[in-house]
């Protein structure tokens, strides 16, 4: 443990009642000590209000054990401050400590903050800005962009294309030596486009291949092919281009490689700017953009039904037969006062369906979602039969409770056609209590006596009544 001694300045004693020193006090007269650490834990030290005053006011200084220590040095051992004493820790219970330290405004993904780690029982941890949640690279966005200030003549092996100027740079990356190497922190996930343009004057005609490379393999995917072509003077060449999202680590060296696999050796690239390297990080978080003024005025536009409501822009809205409530984190509820009509939902196939089955089989089914309240739930159809000897029976089905909607046979309504070409609407509707559920409603429908049922214009609608 350092010692810490306190030494006075003036020819008077100086109080300290806060600390457990011999008579409560430094000794009277200049360069008068008290040993504190041999009462005092540093805690108390630097918690004394008097000791501080004392200092502040150049009463007293501190003296380490080996040499004196200069008034500004003696008040940050007794009220510390990171910015002014290195290696001094932040604490829970003083204010004003991260505010005093110098700011860097334009932070880069290897610089490091200090974290409490949730799933460590809140131990402190260090964690590079560029490992963050917020996208490849770190939060802030990461852009570079290279490219060949010169020429590169492609042989017929591969051939390494220049790269040797920087448009956009980051400390990130580094270009050198026409590679670029993803420098420590730098890791994450990234979009990568390469393009390489020829402009070759002779009529050899020629076939090029280029490739994007890390650590010396080929991205798979990357590769690109290209031509020289001079037919009767007339010559064209090619863009070469691919691009990639890839997952890049520290350390890996990134360039462009291309060879001529036909024809003539040494294929020019296009004046300056022909090679060209671009790499974004994916996902990143650009600042934050500062807070726009409150609202005010008549500045709000109202529409129903996608129409705009004439006499705007408004400035109050009054929600009529509803309540608001605070659903907090600055959120307000609307709600209906009255719930009618709420939750309206309708399924229908207006196709028709036949069946000889003397069974009932499905033609319709509403599933609701987990419901609160009583709904109404209706039906309706229009049916008929082959035989005029012969009937039609459709029901609504209620197969989440068993029970059958808006009629007290449990086989629905029955028809007899006097006619087998006569249409007959039926349908008929329930109250329906739900309890936070969800349930199944099943449009049904069968024959009686061996002969055609059939069903067409098939509805089932629920909405909220209470």
Same mark, same amino acid.
């Not at 009529?320 to 409530?325: E, H, K, L, N, Q």
């Given at each position: 443990? /350092?010692t810490? #001694?306190?030494?006075?300045?003036?020819?008077?004693a100086? $109080?300290?009642?806060?600390?457990?020193?011999?008579?409560n006090?430094?000794?009277?007269?200049?360069?008068?000590?008290?040993t504190?650490?041999?009462?005092?834990?540093?805690?108390?030290?630097?918690?004394?209000a008097?000791?501080?005053a004392? #200092?502040?006011?150049?009463?007293?200084?501190?003296?380490?054990?080996?040499?004196?220590l200069? $008034?500004?040095?003696?008040?940050?051992?007794?009220?510390?401050?990171?910015?002014?004493? $290195?290696?001094?820790? #932040?604490?829970s219970?003083?204010?004003?400590?991260?505010? !005093?330290?110098?700011?860097?405004?334009?932070?880069?993904? %290897?610089?490091? *903050?200090?974290?409490?780690?949730?799933?460590a029982?809140?131990?402190?941890?260090?964690?590079?800005?560029?490992?963050?949640?917020?996208?490849?690279?770190?939060?802030?966005?990461?852009?570079?962009?290279?490219?060949?200030?010169?020429?590169?003549?492609?042989?017929?092996?591969?051939?390494?294309?220049?790269?040797?100027?920087?448009?956009?740079? =980051?400390?990130?990356?580094?270009?050198?030596?026409?590679?670029? /190497?993803? @420098?420590?922190?730098?890791?994450?996930?990234y979009?990568?486009?390469?393009?390489?343009?020829f402009?070759e004057t002779?009529?050899?005609?020629?076939?090029?291949?280029?490739?994007?490379?890390?650590?010396?393999?080929?991205?798979? $995917?990357t590769?690109?092919?290209?031509?020289?072509?001079?037919?009767?003077?007339?010559?064209?060449?090619?863009?070469?281009?691919?691009?990639?999202?890839?997952?890049?680590?520290?350390?890996?060296?990134?360039?462009?490689?291309?060879?001529?696999?036909?024809?003539?050796?040494?294929?020019? !690239?296009?004046?300056?700017?022909?090679?060209?390297?671009q790499?974004?990080?994916?996902?990143?978080?650009?600042?934050?953009?500062?807070?726009?003024?409150?609202?005010?005025?008549?500045?709000v536009?109202?529409?129903?039904?996608?129409? /705009?409501?004439?006499?705007g822009?408004?400035g109050?809205?009054?929600f009529?037969?509803?309540? %608001?409530?605070?659903?907090?984190?600055?959120?307000?509820?609307?709600?209906?006062?009255?719930?009618?009509?709420k939750?309206?939902?309708?399924?229908?196939?207006?196709?028709?369906?036949?069946?000889?089955?003397?069974?009932?089989? %499905?033609?319709?089914?509403?599933?609701?979602?987990?419901?609160?309240?009583?709904?109404r739930?209706?039906w309706?159809?229009? *049916?008929?039969?082959?035989? /005029?000897?012969?009937?039609?029976?459709?029901?609504?089905?209620?197969?989440?409770?068993?029970?059958?909607?808006?009629? @007290?046979?449990?086989?629905?309504? &029955?028809?007899?056609?006097?006619?087998?070409?006569?249409?007959?609407?039926?349908?008929?509707? =329930?109250l329906?209590?739900?309890?936070?559920?969800?349930?199944?409603?099943?449009?049904?429908?069968?024959?009686?006596?061996?002969?055609?049922? &059939?069903?067409? =214009?098939?509805?089932?609608?629920?909405?909220?009544?209470?």
């Open positions: 443990m /350092t810490l #001694i306190a030494k006075n300045q003036t020819g008077g100086l $109080a300290l009642p806060q600390l457990p020193v011999p008579n006090e430094v000794p009277a007269g200049i360069g008068a000590t008290v504190l650490t041999d009462y005092a834990s540093v805690d108390e030290i630097s918690n004394d008097d000791l501080l004392h #200092i502040t006011a150049g009463d007293a200084i501190l003296n380490d054990g080996v040499s004196d200069s $008034a500004e040095q003696s008040e940050q051992v007794v009220s510390p401050s990171p910015s002014s004493i $290195a290696g001094a820790p #932040i604490h219970d003083i204010d004003a400590e991260i505010s !005093t330290i110098a700011e860097k405004v334009s932070p880069v993904s %290897a610089d490091l *903050v200090v974290i409490e780690d949730s799933a029982s809140n131990a402190k941890r260090r964690v590079q800005v560029g490992n963050l949640p917020g996208g490849g690279g770190g939060g802030t966005p990461v852009y570079v962009d290279y490219y060949d200030s010169g020429t590169t003549n492609i042989g017929s092996s591969a051939t390494t294309a220049g790269l040797d100027t920087s448009r956009q740079s =980051d400390a990130l990356f580094v270009l050198a030596a026409n590679q670029v /190497t993803v @420098q420590a922190g730098g890791a994450g996930d979009f990568v486009c390469y393009a390489i343009t402009g002779d009529s050899s005609n020629r076939e090029v291949e280029s490739w994007l490379e890390i650590n010396g393999s080929e991205v798979a $995917a590769r690109s092919v290209g031509s020289h072509w001079d037919e009767h003077s007339l010559v064209t060449d090619n863009t070469l281009t691919r691009s990639a999202i890839l997952t890049l680590a520290d350390a890996d060296v990134i360039r462009i490689r291309a060879e001529v696999t036909n024809g003539s050796s040494g294929y020019t !690239t296009d004046r300056p700017g022909g090679v060209s390297l790499i974004m990080t994916i996902g990143g978080v650009g600042p934050e953009g500062p807070t726009g003024p409150t609202g005010s005025g008549s500045n536009i109202v529409q129903e039904d996608g129409v /705009t409501v004439g006499g822009p408004h109050t809205l009054n009529i037969d509803c309540t %608001a409530t605070d659903a907090g984190g600055g959120v307000a509820d609307i709600t209906p006062a009255t719930p009618f009509g939750d309206y939902n309708m399924v229908e196939d207006t196709a028709q369906s036949t069946t000889t089955s003397s069974s009932f089989v %499905a033609k319709l089914t509403l599933t609701t979602g987990a419901l609160t309240g009583t709904y739930i209706s309706s159809a229009v *049916v008929g039969q082959s035989n /005029t000897q012969d009937k039609v029976e459709a029901r609504l089905r209620n197969t989440t409770d068993s029970t059958t909607i808006g009629n @007290q046979n449990s086989d629905g309504i &029955r028809i007899e056609p006097k006619d087998p070409n006569n249409r007959y609407p039926v349908g008929g509707f =329930d329906v209590v739900f309890a936070g559920v969800a349930k199944t409603f099943v449009l049904q429908f069968r024959e009686q006596d061996g002969n055609t049922a &059939r069903i067409e =214009d098939a509805r089932i609608e629920c909405w909220r009544t209470s």
